[in-house]
């Protein structure tokens, strides 16, 4: 620690989070103060007060486990991997309902959502698991491990029902297992298995109203105002925006209550009608250069479990930028994923510090002699 | 570890994929499509209101108020981009106003204006207003807004020329012809709205209502009232002592034949304006032909207006040397002329008379030999001067429409003279020396009451055309005069005064008893009978008042009224009202 940790610390990518994180608190302030925005109002707002003091907490929170060596976590797997399981089957008895399903758990001043550090979780566990000394993926009987560690939290998650978040799981699984030398056939053949497999699901697993959730994005105006509403509205609001928006603060969809949920899930609309094309790609190429950082620290990354965190965390936020952005203009279906750094919520705030925290950390401890 | 960079590079790309598959979307949805989702954002949040201008009042001379407007609600609804919500609302309004739902669907369709809300329905009471608001959640863009409505408060009175609107717009009578100046100009308010249809802030844009203009009509209410009772009551006495059973139509005009001011004009059957397209059909009524039986009989009928005529024959043939005002003709009750057999009223015969007695006796032999002398051009020549001319279709002699000069109401709301010279070479028909006899005593050739009215005013004021009319004043609502309309001079005539007064002394002797006894001064006129084949006749009195120094010319047209004198005692009740002798 000390000197090199200082040395090899990724200040581009930790300022990459900070300008996100900040930019996302302007879009809460945005979607959550009504009328004339002054400063003053901002700091009316509880939402953003509170997710200014999420980031705030966060970033301190990032920092600091950034200068941990990411393998002592190695030693606690086990009992994370037990803490994750625990958190997620206390949700679904005592967890406190919303929208049809069991997901939070109410600890007084705010509702934790184990599923969001469950994210976290398995990313330690499964880079554990993976990383340990001779193992090889050669042989199908080799994936058997990986995936009932996976399968049994994800399940459960499924049953909340959370099929957004269970699916996040499923793009971290892959993509490490794939970083980690999976064969390609192997690849083919699951991913066809996947395809088959989720047709069967949503024939047979699915409740009514998920399913309908979930097709409803193709043709939205088949229930415009009760399933179809948020998707209707929201791309309303995203394509009024234009090329330069309507304005930060100025969106009449935003401000006039037209979108739902704004200041989580379809955040992206606020910043799309009030922003414009050229916000929304402004903002869409600083993630993306925050996803490739976070895959460069991969790449330099001294062993394979600093590797595969790095790995499992860009996973997560590539597939819930797709899913999320891809919601509000109807390509992709709504599931309730927020967008990481960016959405109002502790938890998913909490749980994305967490992880970049790591991330920090494999990038502060690689081993500079390799280069 | 080779395999692992690579692979890392790989899951880089893919994300780089992931991104740009979102900035093509975007690109599509906000760039491309930007304006129509920018538009449909304003639908969300504006609502344009509109407020309704009252419709201007007509008033008579006197200050009557014979048209106005009384508050109404009216219930519209907003776009709503939800077609479910919008077909609930659909089915709710049709449930309370109790109208067929589709019908409101047609309603939403034809509007093309999304941001205003559609009207479903005008004129609904407070009761139903009440309903609707309670239920208002079920309705989802309900706009409920106060709507003048168009009363007429004197209901029978003018009725005819009145007119009526449709949705609001004037599309007959004076209501469609002023609709420029009734209409006035709506005031709309553009409020912004939130998701939940609730207006947030002052009104984004805003104009008030400019309430349409008054008209200020020459008629008198008294005396229209008089027409029209004294036409009803006699055309009732008709039927009842005279068993006349076709006696229910006809008209009458009263001018000022120094100005072509109107002061009363009135047709037969009337009805209440604020009703008229719900007849109350008298039961004893035989035939049921609604427009043509209510139809104007001043502006919109024409009919051949037997011995009222003859005025005309005589003053051409005076001006033109046909005849003298000594010359006396030999009337023997019954003669063949020009090969047509003429007869007088009853075949009486009055020996040797001069033009004024020909006029009092109502000659038929005299003034069929007139006619003889003089030719069919000759008679149309002196048609044209009094303003009369026309032909089937409607064009003039000289290709130029013709007909009283009133325009107060559309042209097309108003019928022409028939000339039977002119239809007859039009359809093939054949014109015979006698037809021109039939003619000079007023046969064949047909005129509106209208044009009558005109003539009798040219033969008091010594030929000036005045073009009649009944629109004088125009005013804003704020009481400033907006227009104000002089008398117009359409032609000028310069008839022989010596001529004239001969044909006036003949009309005088014809309005010297019946009717017109015990009068303080004296009065011009003459009677006419028109035959209609297989009817009844039709009764005419044309004529003017006092005889020194006309105030009025009056027209009564009794259609199958039988004979001319019964027309009469409609005028005295007129000329007796006018110089306030009752």
């Known amino acids: 620690m000390g000197k090199k940790v200082l040395k090899n610390y990724d200040f581009v990518l930790l300022a990459t989070i900070v300008a996100i994180a900040l930019f996302g608190l302007l879009l809460v302030g945005s979607s959550t103060v009504s009328g004339q925005v002054t400063v003053r109002g901002l700091f009316s707002s509880s939402f953003f007060l509170r997710q200014l003091l999420w980031i705030v907490s966060g970033l301190g929170g990032m920092f600091v486990i950034s200068l941990i060596d990411y393998n002592e976590w190695k030693r606690f797997a086990l009992p994370i991997y037990l803490f994750n399981l625990a958190l997620l089957v206390l949700v679904l008895f005592k967890g406190a309902s919303a929208g049809g399903a069991q997901r939070w758990l109410p600890m007084g001043f705010f509702n934790l959502q184990p599923s969001e550090l469950a994210k976290v979780f398995i990313i330690i566990t499964l880079s554990t698991v993976l990383a340990k000394e001779g193992r090889s993926l050669d042989r199908w009987q080799d994936l058997l491990l990986p995936f009932a560690h996976v399968a049994l939290p994800m399940v459960i998650i499924f049953k909340q029902p959370d099929l957004g978040t269970s699916l996040v799981f499923a793009a971290i699984t892959v993509s490490i297992l794939f970083v980690a030398g999976m064969r390609w056939l192997h690849l083919g053949v699951l991913s066809l298995g996947g395809l088959f497999f989720s047709v069967i699901a949503y024939l047979f697993l699915l409740e009514d109203y998920q399913k309908s959730r979930l097709l409803i994005f193709r043709d939205p105006w088949q229930d415009p105002t009760g399933k179809g509403w948020q998707i209707i509205q929201s791309k309303v609001a995203v394509g009024s925006g234009q090329l330069w928006g309507r304005g930060l603060f100025q969106g009449t969809q935003n401000q006039l209550d037209f979108l739902p949920v704004k200041h989580t899930d379809f955040i992206f609309s606020v910043l799309g009608e009030e922003l414009g094309f050229v916000g929304a790609a402004i903002f869409l190429l600083v993630y993306l250069f925050m996803i490739w950082q976070i895959l460069k620290v991969a790449m330099v990354a001294k062993d394979n479990f600093g590797r595969f965190i790095c790995v499992g965390v860009a996973a997560v936020f590539s597939f819930q930028l797709l899913v999320n952005v891809g919601m509000t203009i109807s390509i992709m279906p709504v599931t309730g994923i927020p967008l990481p750094l960016v959405s109002y919520g502790g938890s998913s705030f909490m749980a994305t510090m967490l992880a970049l925290g790591l991330v920090l950390s494999v990038a502060a401890h690689k081993d500079t002699s390799l280069f | ?582």
């Open chain 2, 1 to 582: 570890m080779k395999q692992m960079q690579l692979r890392i590079s790989i899951l880089r790309l893919v994300a780089a994929l992931i991104v740009a598959v979102l900035l093509y979307n975007l690109f599509q949805i906000q760039v491309i499509e930007g304006e129509e989702w920018a538009d449909i954002a304003d639908n969300n949040r504006f609502r344009h209101l509109v407020q309704r201008a009252p419709r201007g009042r007509i008033f008579t001379a006197d200050g009557v108020e014979l048209a106005s407007n009384i508050p109404c609600y009216e219930v519209a609804l907003a776009f709503e981009q939800d077609p479910a919500k919008r077909q609930q609302a659909i089915d709710v309004l049709a449930d309370l106003l109790g109208m067929e739902a589709e019908e409101i669907q047609n309603r939403l369709k034809k509007n093309h204006r999304r941001f205003e809300p559609t009207v479903v329905a005008r004129n609904v009471d407070f009761a139903t207003v009440a309903l609707l608001e309670e239920n208002k959640h079920r309705i989802p863009g309900l706009v409920v807004q106060i709507n003048p409505q168009r009363v007429y408060p004197q209901k029978t009175l003018l009725a005819h020329v009145l007119g009526r609107l449709i949705d609001g717009k004037g599309v007959e009578g004076l209501e469609r012809q002023w609709e420029d100046y009734l209409r006035g100009e709506n005031g709309f308010s553009v409020i912004q709205v939130n998701a939940a249809n609730s207006p947030v802030g002052e009104p984004v844009n805003s104009k008030p209502a400019v309430p349409g203009k008054d008209l200020h009509l020459t008629v008198d209410a008294g005396l229209q009232q008089v027409a029209q009772e004294s036409l009803h009551r006699v055309l009732r006495k008709l039927r009842e002592e005279r068993k006349l059973e076709d006696a229910w139509t006809g008209a009458v005009v009263v001018i000022d034949p120094n100005s072509g001011r109107i002061l009363a004009m009135a047709s037969e059957p009337s009805f209440d304006n604020n009703v008229k397209y719900n007849y109350a059909w008298p039961d004893e009524l035989p035939q049921k032909d609604t427009v043509r039986t209510y139809r104007d009989r001043v502006l919109n009928w024409r009919k051949p207006v037997g011995s009222t005529f003859k005025m005309i024959t005589g003053l051409a043939a005076l001006e033109t040397g046909h005849v003298t005002a000594t010359e006396k003709i030999r009337d023997t009750g019954s003669a063949r002329i020009s090969g047509q057999m003429v007869r007088n009223y009853g075949s009486a015969a009055y020996g040797y008379i001069d033009l004024p007695r020909a006029l009092e006796v109502s000659s038929n032999i005299y003034f069929g030999t007139l006619g003889s002398r003089m030719g069919h051009e000759l008679i149309y020549e002196y048609i044209d001067k009094f303003g009369m001319s026309g032909t089937a279709s409607g064009e003039s002699r000289e290709g130029v429409m013709k007909n009283a000069g009133f325009t107060d109401i559309a042209l097309d709301e108003q019928m022409y003279s028939l000339d039977y010279y002119r239809q007859m070479m039009k359809h093939g028909g054949s014109f015979y020396p006698g037809h021109t006899v039939q003619m000079s005593y007023g046969q064949l050739n047909e005129f509106t009451v209208m044009q009558m009215a005109n003539y009798v005013s040219m033969l008091a004021n010594g030929g000036i055309h005045y073009k009649p009319y009944l629109v004088e004043k125009i005013t804003a609502a704020d009481g400033e005069v907006v227009e104000f309309f002089e008398p117009v001079i359409l032609a000028q005539h310069e008839f022989d005064p010596k001529a004239l007064d001969v044909v006036r002394k003949g009309m005088r002797l014809a309005a010297s008893g019946g009717q017109f006894r015990n009068l303080p001064f004296a009065v011009a006129g003459k009677t006419g009978t028109s035959e209609e084949a297989g009817k009844e006749n039709h009764a005419w009195w044309v004529g003017y008042a006092p005889y020194d120094n006309p105030e009025i010319a009056i027209v009564v047209f009794l259609e199958h009224g039988g004979l001319g004198l019964r027309a009469a005692e409609v005028a005295r009740d007129i000329i007796d009202y006018y110089f306030g002798l009752k």
